[in-house]
């Protein structure tokens, strides 16, 4: 399912956080945000499943589509995307009042679904196998989900994003608040979810870019107060080899962000 | 030591200090100079005051004599805070004794099982009528103000954040939380008055009154508990396609739910003993009476108390303190509830 | 390509196929709306609740600012009437305020700053114990206990202190009096006092705290120095709270204080000043409208009276962290 951004800004009431995005990327492929604090970068990865929308007052100009359906036309549920558009947020956040298992079916539970205590069972294993989980706690479903650690609840989290099928993975900062094994586990996870899902990851780190991207967008902006702006986006060998834009490589090379 | 010396002194790490242990020896010469006026014919009270002021202002004393006052202060301060607590309890530790002691005395299985209908002097006479007076017009207010203040709570909290609706409603609870008790049972009674007739004293008039005064504490406590659920788990779920309004039901109140029950159960205890709102609003009345929608006043148990002390006779009394203790066993009950359920709902961590 | 994508989706998942077949546009979210409704029209209702409050008080007690003479409890007029008893519902608070607050604040830097661990959590609960009293209770205690308890100290106050206004008079012989009613008043307002305060002095920042100490402060000094300056505002604003509770308090006025309408300082005789509280509860039993319409209109007047006290206290609190 690809993604097409064209002339995307966004706002927040009179603020204007991100402009001009225009960008198309692949299905099935993994890309990376890379750019210095409070670029947008996060901002924008949330407007591709209406995330922002959260918050009071935020909105988007320009266009943003799936699969070639406009998210933000008229007639579409915000709900609805997000069932397509999964989401991994910075902090492992599983649902403290629920088990494991619970957690993973909560993308199905929390709408109502009626299912079987087989697919249920399936669906838990499947997903759980999907994040690279079931081995470590298939003993213990019925345990609190807070319970894991903190590489575990991320993992957890991937499991209950996949639970409810989306075509999209949108990760946000997934490793930051872990540790470095626990980051491999998930670098390691996200190049096996490529092959049935588009992902899109927003990181700080470089090298973890370089290592699980196959596009990179470099985020920026010219001076704070500013929006951000998408300096370049091109193949993540070309960009870390020969990026097209001195300010790219300044910022890969370490010199300023 | 002298204060030649001190300044000298003070400039090193070390200065003269009372010995070890100087406030048991302090606390026995008080103690002993409480002994001897007892013995003097004081009384117990005087003599635990001359006691108790005499290690207050003794230690210090001691001290400013051998340290300095700085020293001094700071000790005298320390016996005011101990005595003040000391003091405070006593009223608290007094009550209890009184009710328990009092109350017991009057309870028997007629005192709970009886109304008073027709009683005249020495015959039994009892609270049952006022027991589930009381038990019918809290469970109105309950019915009214539940629904009310956590919808209102969910409003303010997931729904009306910034809004201008949302910060007078905010103000409105504030002002709520301020009315003071009788007033809300004149209201009661005046509303009633006009739609039903003049002088209108009914069970369900109280639980209006009741209600006005438990609402702005369920939205209160609701409002503390749903701020505490993480906006994280929110835009999990919303990230998982779940609309609000199921995030809200499913998530956001299972997660707070503890909390909120704590904070009902509270604010329900809280009105249960209210007695001036319903003393207008629902009037009092020997007989039984549960039809709380019939205009005929509805007895409870703090209006029981109230009427049975203005009786002024010695039985009206011993039937006040026995009331007490029913109305207070049911308070504390209340609390112990929301304490349990506090604990059993408490977030599960761990493995 | 979306259908494609949908047939993929129609087979892995649970079978329904309706939501593949949607995608992403039209999903009802008719139960949105509805709870959305609900929330905002409990809101409403108390938007409506305080206003049919003030509508319903205004009908039936305006007609008693001005009705028949007879009904003002022989004061002759409106004014007659609730100037002494304002007067009188002021003066038990402040005198409740006056023995409650040292007290108060005592205890609450006791539990945050004073007792050991093990005492402080356990004289918190016994605080709040006190809390959870109901106000006829502490009335029935304080007419039936405690009364006659302080008759003594009635006559030595009366003897000794004859030169204070308060105390210039023919003392009660049974306790019923302001001076008893006012210590289970102060009693009473003890435990919000102190809840407050003790919030506000734990929050005391820890390095301020641990500055004092490191500049050889005494534990006092250091109390004296970093924990009052900081928390100011917010023991004025809980002052504020027991004053307001104090004013709206009724029954331990109604029961233990015999009342007379009654501009006094003297607080220890057999005829106390007589709040508008207690004045309502013991007028309620009248049948008389207008003397009701009386009783209500001053209601109004004490619901005013409070709401500005409350409103004094979010002025300061607000003043207070603006700072």
Known sequence: MSISVKDASIFYGDFKAVEDVTMSIKPKSVTAFIGPSGCGKSTFLRTLNRMHEVIPGAYVEGKISIAGQDIYGSGVDPVAVRRKVGMVFQRPNPFPTMSIYDNVLAGNRLNSKRIKKAEADEIVEDALRGANLWNEVKDRLGKPGMGLSGGQQQRLCIARAIAVQPEVLLMDEPCSALDPISTAAIEDLIHELKSDYTIVIVTHNMQQAARVSDETGFFNLKAAGQPGHLVEFNPTKQMFTNPDNPDTEAYISGRFG | ?351 | MVAVRDEAVGEAADGSVAGAAVGISGRGSVGDIVFRGFAVAAAALILVALAAVFIFLGIEGIPGFDVDEQHYAGQGSFLGLVVPLLFATMYAAVLALIIAVPFSVAIALFISHYAPRRIAVPVAYVIDLLAAVPSVVFGLWGAVALGPYLVPAHGWLAENLAWLPFFDGQPSGNGRTLFTAAIVLAVMILPIITSICREVFAQTPRLHEEAALALGATRWEMVRYAVFPYARSGMVSAVMLGLGRALGETMAIAMIASPKVVVSLFVIGTQNPQTIAAHIAQGYKESTPDRLSVLIATGLVLFAFTFLVNALARWIVARGRAK
């Open chain 2, 1 to 351: 030591m002298t204060d030649i010396d001190l300044s000298a002194q003070e400039t090193e790490l070390s200065h003269a200090t009372l010995p070890r242990g100087a406030q048991w020896l302090v606390a026995i010469a008080a103690a002993a100079l409480g002994g001897l006026s007892l013995v003097l014919g004081a009384g117990i009270v005087g003599a635990v005051a001359v006691g108790g002021l005499a290690f207050v202002l003794g230690y210090p004393l001691w001290a400013l004599l051998v340290e300095n006052r700085r020293s001094a202060t700071d000790k005298l301060v320390t016996g005011l805070v101990w005595t003040a607590f000391g003091v405070a309890v006593i009223p608290l530790i007094w009550l209890i004794y009184m009710v328990v002691a009092r109350g017991t005395a009057a309870i028997s299985p007629e005192f709970l099982t009886y109304s008073m209908r027709s009683v005249t002097g020495d015959e039994q006479g009892g609270l049952y009528h006022a027991l589930m007076g009381t038990l019918i017009v809290t469970g109105i207010a309950a019915l009214i103000s539940i629904p009310i203040g956590i919808m209102t709570a969910i409003y303010l909290i997931e729904y009306g954040k910034g809004s201008r609706l949302a910060k007078a409603i905010t103000f409105l609870v504030d002002v709520m939380t301020g009315i003071p008790s009788i007033v809300a049972g004149l209201f009661a009674f005046a509303l009633f008055t006009l739609v039903v007739g003049p002088g209108t004293r009914f069970g369900f008039g109280g639980g209006v009154a009741l209600s006005l005064l438990m609402i702005p504490t369920v939205v209160r406590s609701t409002e503390e508990m749903l701020k505490l659920v993480p906006d994280d788990l929110r835009e999990a779920a919303y990230a998982l396609g779940v609309p609000k309004w199921r995030t809200i039901t499913k998530m956001v109140l299972p997660t707070a739910v503890g909390g909120i029950v704590t904070g009902v159960v509270l604010s329900i205890s809280r009105v249960i003993g209210e007695t001036a709102p319903l003393l207008v609003a629902s009037g009092f009345n020997p007989n039984m009476n549960t039809n709380a929608l019939e205009d005929s006043p509805m007895m409870t148990v703090p209006v029981f108390i109230y009427t049975q002390l203005s009786e002024a006779t010695a039985k009206g009394v011993e039937y006040a303190w026995g009331g007490a203790l029913v109305l207070f066993v049911l308070v504390m009950a209340l609390n112990l509830i929301a304490r349990i359920v506090g604990t059993i709902f408490a977030p599960k961590t761990g493995r």
